[in-house]
């Protein structure tokens, strides 16, 4: 399916980007081109020692911002395919600094839709979502729920283009960025974990499972779906139990905007 396609990839230096480019590289060897859409030119020349030009001369490190939609017009030249995973996240500073990420999440969200309406080529956008866009109580969520209706109500104007629009929705990812896992045994260390509530549960999934959500999206997707997997949810204390069983347990109280119990 994506022998000579092209595909790209916003927010591709983050956990999802690095983890699907992977993905691709070892399971398609007729890709014509993977181009790399972030903003961190640190991150972009990490990845690339990694995937370096010669051995990989098809991958693409283009620097630009969602919030630009002149950049993204010029990336999105020659693309078939693009997934969406460049966000904002963290529920404490999207709080704190709520406009930055309404410029990101939902202003960058509207710059896709328009930069892919104007490109003649691309054929299917596949935007990544999150729990927190469910009954949403803080910043990130609104604006991931906005983000969300924005993606679907694009495939209302399409017209008689090849183009369709859907969203993949899931959990915390297991051990990404920003997580709670890697944060666990960072505390580890110290002889306490820290617990926002001793009742929170999170629903988790895997890298590689939230990676088969996509394909499957991409092979599957007609436009206009919002494609939720069945997944399992844990009690973050039980989580803090398994990664450090003699650690002290330190209930802070939930953060600012910080649900109990998220919904899919």
Known sequence: MFKNKTILITGGTGSFGKAFLKYLVNNY????KIIIFSRDELKQFELSTSYNEKKY?????FLGDVRDEKRLSRALEEVDYVIHAAALKQVPAAEYNPFEVIKTNVIGAQNIIEACLNSTKVRKVIALSTDKAVAPINLYGATKLCSDKLFISANNIVG???LTFSVVRYGNVMGSR????PE???????GFINITD???TRFNITMEESIKLV???IKNSIGGEILVPKIPSYKILDLAKAIAPNSKIKIIGARPGEKIHEEL
């Not at 060897?29 to 014509?32: A, E, G, N, Q, T």
């Not at 001369?57 to 490190?61: C, D, E, G, M, V």
């Not at 920003?178 to 896992?181: A, F």
């Open 198 to 200: 001793k009742n929170m």
């Open 184 to 190: 666990f045994f960072k505390q580890k260390k110290n």
């Open 29 to 32: 060897k007729d890709i014509k």
């Open 57 to 61: 001369p098809y991958i693409r490190y």
């Open 160 to 162: 008689k283009r090849k």
């Open 215 to 217: 394909m499957f999206a």
């Open 178 to 181: 920003g997580s709670v896992i």
